[in-house]
């Protein structure tokens, strides 16, 4: 599978990897001065998966994105368990059912 390896100046490489998505967030709070990035991914179980989550970064670091194919992903900091399925669907019928009244959908 397709998946990003990360590296932060010389510290070992992540490599986050997994079935569906991986996204790579990088957020720079401009009065605050902090920078920080996240990784995370979504598997087909419609679980949230963290590689990193909010790690700060300095002034000078550097931060290399390298597009990998992978069988082997870093072990996870975090899994969260997301609806199923089954709700999901749910949710999806519902607020269909509700645009179909109020003619927005057809």
């Known amino acids: 599978m397709k998946g990003l390896e990360i590296q932060i100046n010389d510290e070992a490489p992540i490599v986050a990897a997994t079935d569906r998505k991986v ?3 990088s957020s720079y709070v401009y009065g605050n001065d902090t920078a920080d990035i996240s990784v995370i991914g979504f598997n087909h179980f419609y679980q ?3 590689w990193l989550q909010g790690r700060g970064l300095q002034i000078g670091d550097k931060v290399k994105i390298k597009v990998v194919e992978t069988d082997n992903a870093t072990k996870q900091v975090e ?3 997301e ?3 089954e709700e ?3 949710i999806y019928e519902s607020t269909k059912s509700y645009l ?3 003619g927005v959908l057809i």
Request: glycine letters at 0%; zero cysteines; aromatic letters at 12%.
């Open 88 to 90: 999901l669907e749910k």
């Open 23 to 25: 996204i790579f967030l």
């Open 48 to 50: 949230t998966i963290y």
């Open 79 to 81: 899994r969260v368990m």
């Open 83 to 85: 609806k199923n399925r």
């Open 100 to 102: 179909q009244k109020e």
